[in-house]
């Protein structure tokens, strides 16, 4: 048991180790290799100088050979430092315990042997004392500095033993003494910055390393081409369907007018005009459209260039008009053959020679039918009017009662069936003949469901926010719920004499002049509210 846990202990250990080793910044070698250059640097400057001008150094006789043999230890020590560091044969933290270790010791000798802390060598102690500061225990650190401590209070010990009691040299040593610990204090703190910030700067890394390789996949993976190109028309990146799809070989340095001459074209004329054409070219038996991102601000710089095959789309959209073709076409068929039905049985009827009560009914119904054929050709022309528009600033005030005006006089709807509450004032952007459209669509149906009485049909503008909701009420039966959803889809309609096209047609119109038309659930009838923009001043 105790032999398991001193196992676990030891590796907890250097996993501790490992991790400190993985996360150390490359700055602390380099500050370590910096130490042994001050080292070597000190040891020769000493040794030499106290050898060339021993009359100026503050040794005496008997010990400047000593000295001098102490110097050239030391030095030959740094270079023995200097070329673990090089090889990094041993951890970082080992080596610097070393070095420190080496350094504190030898520089209290030499200081001894130069007077003591009156000689000055004794200052030389706060290099190695900050340089623990990037060991990553504090306790080392203090170690450090007492150690230091403890030599310079033992040579002044001894120094007085010998001399006699020197007050200033004890103040001196105390002094020192204590900027040691605080240089070995502030010097950790200094450096466990600079860990942190290096582990950051690690963990950082290896999420933009990982993101990198999301987006190199990711980019490969694209179901549409992409090239990435510099100012020059240099490829700097190419997926997989980018070759594809311009059956290009590329290479380091290929431009675009390489891999397409089309293609070059196009950027260039992007590069000068800020647009390029977007109708498909032809490569091979592909159409591709090709459309221009800037990788800065401005253009020059190069561009992310995004190549879409739009051969499939082409052919499902074509597939898509045929079929909305056929589907038009088969509801026109049905909805054409009911009134000619009518009408061709009401004109057999009058070759007949019928009684003239029975001629002018059946005239009735032979206008009627004709009547609802106009209506159907009226609703498949507005299917084409969504794209022309001309959309002015219409005051909603004048717009409605003049709308109301007419169609009480075309429908033949009695004064006083619709009531306008209108807010003065209101003014939006529409184009004045699809706001007619929408709203005759809208009231017509109004007018076949409600009662027919006194405000039968309320229409109602107000503003609200940065739109103006017209509101078209009428209080006849409310819409079921089942069939709300479809409502607004062509040719679906619950009323025989209808073409099923008027409420598909109007939200066709509000959507191409950006407002919406929706129905709102309402007690005591239905409602259907156009959401309008407020015309900009």
Request: one cysteine or more; aromatic letters at 8%; a negative charge.
């Amino acid at each position: 048991m105790a032999a398991s846990i001193a196992a676990r202990s030891i590796a907890s250990k250097t996993a501790a180790s490992v991790a400190i080793a993985v996360n150390l910044p490359e700055s602390f070698w380099r500050s370590l290799r910096h130490l042994n250059q001050y080292r070597l640097f000190l040891a020769f400057s000493v040794t030499i100088g106290a050898w060339a001008f021993p009359q100026y150094a503050p040794i005496d006789e008997d010990d400047l050979q000593l000295f001098l043999a102490s110097g050239v230890l030391y030095g030959t020590v740094a270079i023995l430092l200097a070329g673990m560091e090089r090889a990094r044969q041993f951890d970082f933290e080992r080596q610097l315990i070393a070095q420190v270790g080496v350094d504190i010791v030898a520089i209290s000798w030499l200081m001894h042997l130069s007077g003591g802390i009156l000689g000055g060598l004794g200052l030389l102690l706060i290099v190695p004392v900050a340089a623990s500061g990037m060991l990553p225990a504090m306790r080392a650190i203090l170690v450090a500095a007492a150690v230091a401590t403890l030599l310079l209070l033992l040579e002044q010990l001894w120094r007085s033993l010998g001399v006699g009691s020197v007050l200033g040299s004890f103040v001196r040593t105390s002094l020192l003494s204590v900027g040691l610990f605080a240089v070995a204090v502030f010097s950790h703190v200094l450096a466990r910055g600079a860990r942190t910030a290096a582990e950051l700067a690690g963990e950082k890394g290896r999420q933009v390393e990982h993101l990198a390789r999301i987006n190199a996949r990711v980019i490969q993976e694209l179901p549409f081409g992409v090239l990435v190109v510099d100012s020059r028309g240099a490829v700097l990146l190419a997926n997989s369907q980018a070759e594809e799809q311009l059956r290009g070989n590329f290479h380091v340095d290929c431009t675009l007018g390489h891999c397409s001459p089309y293609l070059a074209e196009l950027w260039a004329s992007w590069r000068r005009e800020g647009k390029a054409q977007t109708y498909p070219f032809q490569v091979a038996q592909t159409r591709l459209r090709a459309r221009f991102i800037e990788l800065e601000p401005e253009r020059q710089a190069g561009a992310i260039v995004v190549i879409e095959d739009v051969t499939e789309l082409e052919a499902e959209a074509q597939r898509m008009k045929l079929a909305a073709l056929g589907r038009l076409t088969a509801n026109l068929a049905h909805e054409i053959r009911n009134p000619l039905s009518a009408v061709n049985h009401a004109a057999q009827l009058l070759k007949e020679g019928q009684g003239p009560e029975v001629q002018v009914r059946l005239c009735k119904i032979i206008e009627d039918n004709a009547q609802r054929l106009s209506w159907l050709v009226d609703d498949v022309l507005s299917l084409n009017r969504r794209d022309r528009l001309d959309q002015e600033t219409l005051n909603v005030a004048d717009s409605l009662a003049a709308f109301v005006e007419e169609f009480q006089r075309n429908e033949q709807v009695p004064e006083g069936a619709i009531q306008l509450e209108i807010e003065v004032g209101a003014e939006v952007g529409f184009d004045r003949m699809h706001l007619q459209q929408i709203l005759w669509n809208l009231c017509r149906n109004a007018w076949h469901y409600c009662g027919k009485g006194p405000a039968s049909i309320r229409i109602t503008a107000r503003a609200a926010a940065a739109k103006v909701d017209i509101d078209i009420f009428n209080d006849g039966p409310p819409v079921d719920a089942g069939l709300r959803e479809h409502l607004f889809e062509p040719f679906y309609t619950t009323n025989q004499q209808g073409s099923g096209l008027g409420l598909y047609i109007s939200r066709e119109l509000a959507e191409a002049n950006r407002a919406r038309l929706h129905y709102v659930e309402h007690p005591g009838g239905a409602l259907f509210r156009l959401s309008c923009q407020l015309s900009p001043h």
